[in-house]
RNA sequence: UGGCCCAUGGUGUAACUGGCAACACGUCUGUUUUUGGUACAGAAGAGUCUAGGUUCGAGCCCUAGUGGGCCAACCA
């Protein structure tokens, strides 16, 4: 009925085994717990995708969880952008919860922990407490306060929390086992102290609780079945049953957590602290800029929520190291898009291309098909006249039989128009073409199912009238960085690898029907690719961001 | 000098409790086409890091090696 053979990833096979170890269908719970101090990039959109499919899958609640412990770094304003991004992907969490919503309870099971005489207040600098965690490969000291009595610890907790103590004169730290081979293990700081406004408990609380000391008692808090995150989280799972082991009540269901391989993508940089150092150096305008791999921009790129959710099931879950290329990211907007935009005809490097034969000041309203895909999408009425503009790269004043497209002497098809033939052309003072001459056939007109209309012609050529042509703003965008893997080079920092010709703006030429298009409208720009109105837009000038050019095989052979 | 994780075509994933390695992208060929796009048909490309072991039989299990990653923030 439903198992359709598909295959499972290992995420799933996980969730099956518990299913057939006794937890229950309606006990599957998962979370996407994302820390408002940045914008969600594409590696996020993974996550969300594999944490929602999920529940989409089991029929089961998926929360959404602001991991908002440090009030240092984050800001409502993300906390607003990341509910708009997941929203635009077309997710719906089942509750809109927050890890300051559990601080007070965290800060009663810490006053169990301590009376359990498994926490104790240290009062070392950060410093001396690094010292004593030692390395990886020498164990930790203990602390020398490490058995201070339970009535001194509380009596510090309490201090700390009423704000009666300085930023880093104490912490409380888990009692664990200084020489665990896992350094998490070593006597982890669960509260510091931070004088900062929370954007959610303004000055309530003095102390916020560390990452570790947060997430799992939140999970079993929300009653979460599975939390999935990324694999440098591996280690802390110990610490995190551990926790779990302090306020564990067995009536309850016991989170899991189980860790996945963050997805890579080729040629920029997967990382909310590095995108967040492309904005504040400026080398993009924002968050939302189109070349960024966040959400936000691949949205204002021209991206659907479909083409993301399709890159993101089709490159499944692992937990190797990965670098996704892409390409495959471009395929499935090309996918998409292909389905959904309508074709129009914009001429972005042009020439001027007169018809000799065609007489002067007649318009013709020539009828152009929106989109062969979509029978649906219509037709729509294109200016034809004398003057034309069309790219420079169409045209060649002689050239092998490989270019289906204008030169001297041969004939080529003007998209949704007639059969021309190129006859000479003009150039200035320095040997540059400035205009082209052709003659047309008026029998050979598109759609009017004359023989000379169903004549084939090696190529088609897109055009613009030049009288009615509007002067458009099109940003074409390039991959951000020129290295594959900017950031996995040991001798050089990835902000070295930006590409310099990630952004080219230009003017182009389209036909008159795009006037009234609204901003996220896209389009397939015939012949050159697929492209969206950027919202920098005004009623008095339209600016296109490129999405993705189509796939081009006569690049190739011309090169 | 430690602990843990990982290792399948160029890339990313599959292969139920061991039974002659599959899918997608990419690449290359053709066909169709008023987009050198799309669609369709087809091809090449790995014998599963290495060496042992268990087994009638191993990509799947075991051991060792090699390679890569993670771990010493009062970040998440």
């Known amino acids: 009925m439903n198992n359709e053979a598909a295959p499972l990833n290992f995420i799933e096979h996980i969730i099956e085994e518990d299913l057939t170890k006794g937890y229950k269908k309606d006990q599957l719970c998962f979370r996407f717990p994302p820390e408002p101090n940045g914008y969600l990039h594409i590696g996020h959109a993974s996550s969300i995708c594999l944490n929602f499919g999920l529940g989409e899958r089991y029929n089961a609640p998926v929360n959404l969880r602001f991991d908002d412990t440090n009030p240092a770094k984050e800001e409502q304003e993300f906390v607003d952008a990341i509910k708009r991004d997941i929203s635009w992907l077309g997710y719906e969490w089942a509750t809109e919860c927050y890890a300051s919503d559990y601080f007070q309870q965290l800060y009663d099971w810490a ?23 030692g390395t990886p490969n020498t164990p930790g000291k203990p602390s020398p306060f490490r058995n201070r009595s339970v009535e001194e610890n509380l009596d510090l907790l309490e201090k700390m929390k009423n704000g009666e103590t300085k930023e880093g004169e104490h912490v409380l730290r888990a009692k664990v086992n200084m020489e665990s081979p896992n350094m998490l293990m070593r006597d982890p700081v669960m509260y510091r102290t931070i004088n900062k406004n929370h954007h ?190 069309i790219e420079r790269d169409d045209f060649l004043e002689e050239a092998n039989r490989k270019f289906f497209r204008l030169t001297i002497g041969k004939e080529v098809r003007l998209k949704n128009a007639y059969i021309i033939k190129g006859e000479s ?69 990835f902000m070295e690898f930006i590409n310099p010709d990630s952004l080219q703006v230009i003017t182009g030429y389209a036909e008159p029907s795009v006037k009234d298009s609204k901003i996220e409208d896209k389009f397939q720009f015939q012949r050159l690719g697929y492209f969206v109105v950027d919202k920098d837009s005004t009623s008095q000038k339209l600016i296109f961001n490129r999405t993705v050019p189509l796939r081009d095989s006569w690049s190739k052979l011309a090169e």
């Open 111 to 133: 006053v169990q922990l301590i009376k359990n005489g498994k926490a104790y207040v240290d009062s070392q600098t950060s410093e001396a407490i690094a010292e004593q965690k």
């Open 200 to 389: 959610r408990t303004g000055t309530d609380w003095k102390i916020f609780p560390m990452y570790d000391w947060t997430h799992g008692e939140s999970d079993y808090i929300e009653q979460v079945s599975h939390s999935f995150c990324t694999l440098e989280f591996l280690p802390h799972r110990e610490l995190y049953d551990w926790f779990l082991d302090q306020v564990y009540d067995s009536e309850k269901l016991r989170p899991k957590q189980r860790e996945f391989a963050r997805r890579n993508l080729s040629h920029t940089v997967v990382s909310k602290r590095k995108l967040a150092q492309l904005v504040s150096a400026g080398v993009v305008n924002g968050w939302d800029d189109p070349r960024m791999p966040t959400i936000s921009g691949l949205r204002r790129r021209g991206y659907t929520p479909d083409s993301i959710k399709n890159f993101a099931d089709s490159i499944g879950v692992g937990k190797r190291e990965n670098l996704i290329d892409v390409s495959h990211l471009e395929f499935n907007v090309r996918e998409d898009l292909n389905k959904i935009a309508p074709r129009i005809m914009v001429v972005l490097d042009p020439v001027k291309l007169i018809i000799d034969n065609y007489p002067e000041g007649k318009t013709e309203m020539l009828e152009a098909e929106n989109n062969q895909e979509d029978e649906s999408a219509g037709y729509r009425e294109v200016p034809f006249t004398k003057e034309l503009l």
């Open 425 to 493: 052309v003009v150039k200035d003072a320095d040997g540059n073409i400035t205009e082209i001459h052709c003659s047309y056939d008026p029998d050979s007109k598109s759609g009017s199912g004359s023989e000379a209309s169903l004549r084939k012609v090696k190529g088609t050529l897109h055009w613009v009238s030049a009288e009615h042509a509007l002067p458009v703003e099109v940003r074409l965008y390039d991959r951000l960085f020129t290295e594959a893997s900017p950031d996995t080079n040991k001798e050089k920092d």
